[in-house]
């Protein structure tokens, strides 16, 4: 059996679908200082819950 040499997406189903190039996938930035401000979210609301429970 031959195939064509075209790329296409054999993940999809529908042969219309199958003809379609395959979906771009945006590539995230780095953002090397989001992983302290989720550090520092998490531990402020922490904090703030256990504050308010003890007192």
Known sequence: MTRR????NEA????LRRALPPPVTPKAA????????LFLLSFSAFF??????IF
Do not use: I, M, N, Q
């Not at 780095?30 to 401000?37: A, G």
């Not at 703030?48 to 429970?53: D, G, I, P």
């Open 12 to 15: 999809a189903g529908h042969p």
């Open 48 to 53: 703030t819950c256990f504050y308010s429970f």
């Open 5 to 8: 040499l075209v790329l296409t």
């Open 30 to 37: 780095p953002d090397e200082d989001r992983d302290w401000k």
